[in-house]
C-alpha cells in the first residue's frame, strides 16, 4: 500500500480519509489489489532476471 501511495504522492491516510469522504471507500480494496495494479506488475517484471522470462 505505501507504494502504491507514493506513487499517486498521497499518503494511506489521506487516500482513505479522501474515497471516505468521496462515498468510495469500498474502492480502497480495489485500488490496493495488486492484480489490479498494472504499474508495479509491470515494474515487478522489469526487475525479474532475464532467464526468468524466457518462455
Known sequence: MADFCERI??????LAMTLLALGKLDRLAELLDPER??????????????WSTKP
Open 9 to 14: 504522492g498521497m499518503t494511506d491516510k489521506s
Open 37 to 50: 495494479d498494472d504499474t508495479a506488475l509491470t515494474l515487478d517484471r522489469t526487475r525479474l532476471p532475464e
